[in-house]
């Protein structure tokens, strides 16, 4: 830590920080610049020290230098994370996956038509959501466990993990014994006790980015679930929320290309969300896949007209079809060929 | 609604709409501009038609015209909320209340000191967190039931209603026995089950603003509490996230003002979230009463600079009693003088 | 200049630091901590050395210490400056100063009918826009030199100060004719080549905040014009741009506050334009001299609903006296009294 | 247009809109729904309109149907078009296009280094800055008119067209006399009297999206161009700013993809500015060509670390060889390979 004094800066303000600092166990060193001087802390720096330094008098700032993140770093970690879920599916081994399936479980009629294509197309994981967090009281909430089951279902008959979001800590039996993954979406991607309970039940977390969340804090986040014991986490890019409303969110492909540098976990793409648009989500699959995506998460529903959630940016399964077609190309030609198909078959 | 469809549209697309809407038991007017027809949908539309109709073929873009919440719109409620609290607290009849206090409680002491300080100052209502939401899972993390104890006996002894933050539906029970207020913090405020659940337990509800929320999701975050049956909903702009790094957050009066015009709840202010820094409190307090706020909530240490929490944006005692008197000042002259203090002093 | 090491540095990436700091006069001194080490910079470093810095290998980032303006700096330059105008007016003598009229010149009737409600309402100064920034090219672009003439006229009749927006260096001569003060706007805050020649015009420069600038940024261009010799800069906040659609701009009242701790240049508020909606000018007027601004920049026009131009954001003159009235009686409640009246009255 | 009423509204305010609207000779139709009223304005609307709607009574909001930008749009105009540069270079005709060079010229020797590392490796446009926007007036600010000559005898040499930024009216004769390409830079996106002037020189114009400009916006600043009579307009996508502060910018890829849709005239990447950061340019470059993108725009320097301006982002000419190796293995892949090289060779 390096605390930035004030031009006018007197000597009893140094000393009293000087003094501070020996209270609490650390050391300062002074640095004086030409117009400014410094004092570097020594030794193991707390983050409440930040804002405690902050208010001394004669303080202008205090510049942080560590990565406040430590087992999602990859400075300390230096190896890839692998993530191994049932089927023989892996994620952020270098070939990407793809996870696709209907916004929410509507019907089961719906969910197994929309879970058929896409394992017919080459999708690796299946999704659906079950509980949804939804901004209007009055739009549709998901089918709850029912909805949990179908989905478990159709995974278990066509050989698919399944990877649901879990919205509350009050959910949390029933998501964990229906579902492969944890979805932790991007309206808790903060919410601290959700992070340390999920991660507890010892399944994977697919982790969203928050909505406005900065990648520091995502790693953080990243950082509760890792720090409670569970060291298998995906990170999924979802869209920033930004000035531009012509598309729902903005994707953020920097992130993923940052992340991979920053971090040991493997990192995914979300078009359908990141853009809001069904037309856009083919050539954001293709940027994501070329940018270092360890996979992408698609929405994709029988009749996207019809959908009770996320209509506007869900495909079809025949333009999902031309897409896994389309992305394979793509990652074969830069040397990151897609995973191959869970090992079974359904029966 | 208002479907805007594509210049070059045809009859073909026109007509699948307007049967579709037959369909769901709406009508479709087609109205032909100079360069374009729109079709107005008439009848009771869902929130789901929006995305539905915009993946049909033709389609440009679907408008809302409706308020897609009731509840908290003034258009339908047009008289003020007025929330009534122990010790004759009222929020919302005109005259601003002041909540105070430490963000978090850290010792019997330091809260003893903290609430004696801003019941002398004259606040209205003591805060104090005992579950904090941190972005590290390194910082400290608040006293949990211990410090709810130490904040509810402190408001009992100085005749003070107490507000503390509820952080997930697992600590829902140990909040509302001891707390007057449950808030709900900013990283919650599109938590759904969460505030469904706390709006069951019948004691108002102090609702932060998303980091990154619009003004529409906020009031759609009230509208959950009140279709869950609890009308006293406090509102509180704490600051949005953008590109200015300079201060925290970016505090946002015009959403102060164009609330009590959109809405009949109470809003206050949280200069301290708002600005995170102590300096710039005291000119955002007089600026958020010369708006119109219904409150304000500031952090008051009694020694910020050794602060486990948040103690860059604290105020002493002694510089807190300065803004009260300040603010009161100010309040009279707008003809919106402070509310009196509350009615019981501790024995 | 604070140069952060890798976790992983060499020693020979230290070395080749320390040489090139060397080469370029200055001089590193290393601080080693717990994980991580640091070299701090001393000599006088140019902003491109962050940059470099940045590149060599081993290093993690580069942090800055020093603020990059240095006159518009109140650390150096500790006395408010106050800007002074015909008719007596002056800018940051703690007495706020009101600017008004509207948005574009459009006729002579409605440029006096406008300009005679405001004098008589108690505003200081005159505005109007003769060359107008208009997002769309079939919008109306303003009267050009005879709009310059409708608005210095009224001003000499009347005894204002008058004030219009430079575009560009192409109007350079025309404008400095007619105005007192050289409005730099919101789009032009960062057209450099147009700080430098305003400047050199020696008249005051009001100069408006980006629409996405940093504070930071906001002061540097400042610079550019104190740098060319001219010392009159008044800055203006007028809102930015955020994720936030239901007002215009978000007002950005922290700025103001910080701005006046930071600098000692006037700095005014401009709620028409960081509102966008007529009906939040009065309270976020209110608002802005409560946090401490040095004066108000309101659109006022004859007949709102018929303007050419902002008609949403105008008050008309009535609603304007009305304002005046509050908010004179808010700026006597703290201290700080309106500015009086421009000292000769037209013939 | 479509005027939505207040849910109170009265009749009589219902006939005032009526009424101006035909004094306009225009017509409105009233279309009542269930719980609101709207009137759908029919006839050669005008920007102005909707602001002077909005201020009427019984007015809740103004909602337009049509798109602001006419020549720029796709609806109107289908075919791409194809901007046609010396030496046979195209862009838009679906092979992208490479522009690479350093930020600024420095001296005739670094800008001969990096023109022939780059001609050398297969771009096929020079880029340089002569006259450079710089944040602070302490930082490098070009070169000038010798700049300029630099750059343009290195292209004759090489057989590459040259590229180089226009700050403003006052160099546009300079500029226009040496450059091949005009480019207006993202803080000149809204300079209108510059796109206006620079339309009028009749060279290809490149456009960078402004740092916080939406679509819509920058489709009607390359409005200003078209309609001034100059239908070269090249759209560049440079990054936006946003609250992420761990990249420079935030390269925006969904707004590629939406450009295609929206317009009929090319875009290109610039992830050089887009990232900020050297390591990024690379995986970025990837993205912004699976996205769609018809050419790239990069920064090349032969010694990023001495470079005089934006060092953190350039790469050097050998990382930059391995970037046009890359990039053009996945252009093949995906059925759009790079365009030929320039037609002559330097002798």
Redesign the interface.
């Known amino acids: 830590m390096?605390v930035?004094m004030?031009?006018?800066r007197s000597e009893a303000q140094r000393d009293a920080i000087l003094q501070?600092l020996q209270t609490l166990g650390l050391r300062g060193?002074e640095?004086?610049?030409?117009?400014?001087t410094?004092i570097?802390v020594?030794?193991?720096v707390?983050?409440?020290l930040?804002?405690?330094?902050?208010?001394?008098e004669g303080v202008d700032e205090v510049?942080r230098?560590?990565k406040?993140?430590k087992l999602a770093n990859r400075?300390?970690h230096m190896d890839d994370t692998v993530v191994e879920l049932p089927y023989g599916v892996r994620v952020g081994d270098g070939h990407p996956v793809i996870i696709a399936g209907p916004c929410a479980v509507e019907t089961e009629e719906q969910l197994w038509a929309a879970a058929k294509g896409i394992r017919a197309a080459g999708a690796h994981i299946l999704r659906g959501g079950a509980?949804k967090?939804?901004?209007?009281?009055?739009?549709?909430q998901g089918l709850g466990v029912p909805g949990l089951k179908i989905l478990k279902d159709a995974g278990d008959r066509l050989g698919l993990p399944v990877v649901t979001e879990l919205?509350?800590?009050?959910?949390i039996d029933a998501v964990a014994q229906y579902s492969d993954v944890l979805q932790i979406g991007a309206?808790?991607t903060?919410?601290?006790?959700?992070l340390e309970?999920a991660a507890k039940v010892g399944k994977p977390i697919l982790l969203k980015r928050?909505?406005?969340g900065?990648?520091?804090?995502w790693l953080?986040a990243a950082?509760?679930i890792l720090?409670a014991g569970n060291p298998n986490v995906i990170l999924c890019e979802r869209?920033?929320?930004?000035?531009?409303?012509?598309?729902r969110n903005?994707?953020?492909?920097?992130?993923?290309?940052?992340v991979k540098?920053l971090s040991h976990l493997p990192v995914i793409s979300d078009p359908s969300h990141?853009?809001g648009?069904?037309?856009?989500v083919r050539?954001?699959s293709?940027?994501?896949?070329?940018?270092?995506a360890d996979g992408l998460m698609i929405e994709v529903h029988p009749s996207?007209?019809?959908?009770?959630?996320?209509?506007?940016q869900?495909l079809t399964p025949g333009n999902f079809a031309g897409l896994v077609r389309?992305v394979g190309?793509?990652a074969?030609?830069?040397g990151r060929p897609l995973s191959p198909a869970p090992e079974r078959i359904a029966s």
């Open positions: 390096i930035v004030n031009m006018g501070r060193q640095i004086s610049g030409v117009s400014r410094v570097a020594l030794g193991n707390f983050p409440e930040r804002d405690e330094l902050s208010t001394m510049l230098v560590s406040p993140y400075e300390v509980f967090p939804r901004t209007s009281p009055y739009s549709f919205m509350s800590v009050r959910d309206r808790n903060q919410n601290f006790v959700l309970e928050a909505i406005a900065t990648i520091e804090e953080l950082e509760y720090n869209g920033i929320r930004t000035f531009e409303t012509a598309t903005t994707l953020d492909l920097n992130a993923i290309a940052l540098r990141g853009t648009r069904w037309y856009l050539p954001m293709m940027a994501s896949i070329a940018v270092g996207p007209d019809h959908a009770l959630s996320d209509g506007a869900s389309e190309k793509l074969e030609a830069i």
